[in-house]
């Protein structure tokens, strides 16, 4: 039977509710100032702040750099049920993986929303800065909805440059791409370790899957289709 690197797998059921949830995007565009270095506020009215007097700093637009190791705070200019939260940027380095070691107080392991250091095909340098920048979008869906109006979450590994998205409105899916990963056939797997496809390109998991959650190159991966 194939292991996993999760020690519990949940499924998670979405259901449809009659009241939307508001969407909020934080990110370069929606930054609006910092009256004091640690709180960074945005023109929709969320904050983030930190435990570590970081000041904001912009990477790549549209994203923004987020220390490794450093306790994060969003804080949403209204309680709104929260039930999945979209990361989604590039390691900044290429030494190790980094990855959301904590979200909301619940801890995840090193494998499970992980951004992957850049890439050095080519590349012939000492620098631990320079190579391919990996696009990562991580879905973090909590085990139950989030109804207080802030979360916290801490990366680990290396400094990340990324935007977050507040209940999106994409599909769930925690997915990796760039040139090089989203053209790679990977073979699918039940959370009980029974293949279910071969040799199915990575790019197209999505429209090959139903809602439901499954393994993919050691990785759970959650989709989820919302209307």
Request: aromatic share 12%; charged share 15%; glycine share 6%.
């Amino acid at each position: 039977m194939k292991k996993t690197n999760s020690i519990i797998l949940f499924l998670f059921f979405f259901v449809s509710v009659a009241s939307a949830q508001a969407t909020y995007t934080i990110n370069k565009d929606t930054y609006s100032i910092s009256t004091v270095s640690t709180t960074w506020e945005f023109s929709n009215g969320c904050t983030v702040s930190n435990n570590n007097s970081k000041g904001y700093s912009a990477g790549t637009a549209p994203y923004i750099k987020f220390s490794a190791g450093v306790v994060f705070t969003v804080t949403l200019p209204s309680t709104t049920t929260i039930n999945r939260v979209e990361f989604k940027g590039y390691n900044n380095y290429n030494t190790l993986d980094s990855y959301i070691k904590e979200f909301n107080g619940t801890e995840y392991a090193a494998t499970e929303y992980v951004f992957k250091r850049k890439d050095l095909t080519g590349v012939d340098s000492t620098s631990n800065s320079v190579g391919a920048a990996v696009i990562c979008t991580n879905t973090v869906t909590p085990a139950s909805p989030i109804t207080a109006n802030t979360f916290t979450f801490t990366i680990i590994g290396n400094q990340t440059v990324m935007q977050i998205i507040i209940n999106p409105t994409s599909t769930g899916l925690s997915e990796i791409t760039s040139e090089f990963e989203e053209n790679k056939p990977v073979n699918i797997f039940s959370i009980d370790g029974r293949m279910l496809k071969s040799n199915v390109i990575y790019k197209d998991i999505v429209s090959e899957l139903k809602n439901g959650v499954y393994i993919v190159n050691n990785k759970k991966i959650v989709i989820s289709r919302i209307k």
